[in-house]
């Protein structure tokens, strides 16, 4: 019975002293810690302050707490020191120069955009009498050689949007009727022109046209589109062989959708039966909307 109860003495000493054990030390440590860094960050705010009376407070007040003297907080922060940039020379205000209010006014913009529009205005005028005068000076030169080898007069000319069109009749001088090889006369105006088209440096479309008369019904054409589309591949063809490079051509039939003149004019059906060779414009497509304008202002130098 007495082993028994001194066991049990044992244990239950044991057990008070678990219920003893103190878990909670760290809160100690914890606490230090957090009051060290509310007097650094104190410390740090009051010098960040330039008002020395008001540090010196502070550091007078710490002193007291920490047991420091006041002389070691205050002297180092009350000495002068000299500055870095001492003996350099002031900076420039940049400021000074510039006006109270620098944006520009509604009025400025609309002049200036105005300006920059009759610019651009006078720019596009000036390439599109440049262009039009090496048209001029390229019909001239083809009328010439239709001149020199007899055929003065076969041709029409006119400036439009796209450049300098050559109108060739091709009743009776390129084609016969309902037929899309060349006859003699027109092989030799192909030749006469050839040179002077091969010297240029636009791009060639070759237009065919037909009258508003309908093909013969069993013919070797279905219709005018036909025909006229065979007759412009022809002029290609023909001027492919006379020295142009084909890349410079181009061939499309127009059937009878842009006669020259009227159906009823007395030479409608001679007229718009023909061949256009048109010398394309190189300048930009504001300065050719410009050309018909400007070849509206000479009538007389467009049929020499």
């Given at each position: 019975m007495?082993s028994g109860?001194?066991g049990?003495?044992?244990?239950?000493?044991k057990?008070e002293?678990e219920?003893h054990?103190n878990?909670?030390?760290?809160?100690?440590?914890?606490?230090?810690?957090?009051?060290?860094?509310?007097?650094?960050?104190?410390?740090?705010?009051a010098m960040?302050?330039?008002d020395?009376?008001?540090?010196?407070a502070?550091?007078?007040?710490l002193?007291e707490?920490f047991?420091?003297?006041?002389?070691?907080?205050?002297?180092?922060?009350?000495?002068e020191?000299?500055?870095?940039l001492d003996?350099?020379p002031?900076?420039?205000?940049?400021?000074?120069?510039?006006?109270?209010?620098?944006?520009?006014?509604?009025e400025?913009?609309d002049?200036?955009?105005a300006?920059?529009a009759?610019?651009?205005?006078r720019?596009?005028?000036?390439?599109?009498?440049?262009e039009?005068?090496?048209?001029?000076?390229?019909?001239?030169?083809?009328e010439?050689?239709?001149?020199?080898a007899?055929?003065?007069?076969?041709?029409?000319?006119?400036?439009?949007?796209?450049?300098?069109?050559v109108h060739?009749?091709?009743d009776?001088?390129?084609?016969?009727?309902?037929?899309?090889?060349?006859?003699?006369?027109?092989?030799?105006i192909?030749?006469?022109?050839?040179?002077?088209?091969a010297?240029?440096?636009?791009?060639?479309?070759?237009?065919?046209?037909?009258?508003?008369?309908?093909?013969?019904?069993g013919?070797?054409?279905?219709?005018?589109?036909?025909l006229?589309?065979?007759r412009?591949?022809?002029?290609?063809?023909?001027?492919?062989?006379?020295?142009l490079?084909?890349?410079r051509?181009?061939?499309?039939?127009?059937?009878?959708?842009?006669p020259l003149?009227?159906?009823?004019?007395?030479?409608?059906?001679?007229v718009n039966r023909?061949?256009?060779?048109?010398v394309?414009?190189?300048?930009?497509?504001?300065?050719?909307?410009?050309?018909?304008?400007?070849?509206?202002?000479?009538?007389a130098?467009?049929?020499?």
């Amino acid at each position: 019975m007495s082993s028994g109860g001194q066991g049990g003495r044992r244990r239950g000493r044991k057990h008070e002293e678990e219920e003893h054990e103190n878990h909670e030390r760290w809160l100690v440590s914890y606490a230090d810690m957090v009051t060290l860094l509310l007097v650094t960050f104190v410390v740090l705010y009051a010098m960040s302050q330039v008002d020395k009376e008001k540090f010196a407070a502070l550091a007078s007040g710490l002193s007291e707490t920490f047991g420091a003297p006041v002389s070691a907080l205050v002297s180092s922060s009350s000495r002068e020191e000299p500055a870095v940039l001492d003996g350099l020379p002031a900076p420039a205000d940049i400021a000074l120069g510039i006006a109270p209010d620098s944006r520009p006014t509604q009025e400025q913009v609309d002049a200036a955009a105005a300006e920059a529009a009759l610019a651009e205005a006078r720019q596009v005028a000036a390439e599109a009498r440049d262009e039009y005068a090496a048209l001029v000076a390229a019909r001239d030169r083809i009328e010439a050689a239709l001149a020199a080898a007899g055929y003065a007069g076969t041709a029409r000319y006119e400036i439009d949007e796209r450049g300098l069109v050559v109108h060739i009749v091709s009743d009776p001088v390129l084609f016969d009727a309902e037929r899309a090889d060349l006859k003699a006369d027109g092989r030799a105006i192909l030749s006469a022109v050839a040179p002077t088209l091969a010297a240029l440096p636009n791009q060639l479309a070759v237009e065919g046209h037909a009258n508003h008369l309908t093909v013969t019904p069993g013919g070797p054409y279905p219709s005018n589109w036909e025909l006229s589309g065979a007759r412009a591949s022809t002029v290609v063809r023909y001027l492919a062989g006379d020295g142009l490079a084909e890349d410079r051509m181009s061939a499309v039939g127009h059937s009878s959708t842009r006669p020259l003149v009227p159906e009823t004019d007395p030479g409608a059906i001679t007229v718009n039966r023909r061949v256009d060779v048109v010398v394309l414009s190189t300048a930009s497509a504001e300065a050719n909307d410009l050309l018909p304008g400007l070849a509206a202002g000479q009538p007389a130098a467009e049929n020499p």
